[in-house]
């Protein structure tokens, strides 16, 4: 069984008013990588395959933030960034995230960690991923990186992807590709296969 993970495709990361935009640390290629994480979603729901969304989001007075991730982008609870339950923290409407949906927060770049996104895959029966979201070399690689390291086979949608340059973007793509963390497909490759398996 397949299944469609979207990283932190939140408006905080890929909105031109989230919080990463307003401190100047907007994502280059993030309107192309959500309408073509659109597209993914729309698909894998035609097509009876589950789709999970990840948040990272950060619970009232950033307590759950850590040093390491407060180093990276100190000015966030300035903006009131990423926090749970609120605007910023959503995933982006494009991607019609709603109630029913398969959901899991994060407070780290790696999904898997502190979470319970491993149990929720197994309970599903799934073995292998298709992953995609932002930022690409760093929650995308680590969640790729650790999903590979649990025994999951990955594909990551590359052009679904984004980062805050081009060349990272290309370097994270490159590194799980080369490494083999993941097969490294388009989106349109994607929306080719058949159903679920």
Known sequence: MKALIVVDMQNGFCHPDGSLPRLGMALSGAEAAVANTATAVEHARRTGMPVVFTRHVYSPGYLDQGPWMCARTPDLSSVDGLLAGSWDGDVVDELGCGPKDLVVDKVRMDAFQWTSLDQLLRGLGVTELVACGVVTNFCVESTVRSAAMRDFE???????????????????IEIMRDCRFAEVVSVADFAQTAVAA
């Open 154 to 172: 990955v594909t990551l949608l590359h052009d679904c992807c984004a980062a805050q340059t081009p060349r990272l973007h290309e370097i994270g």
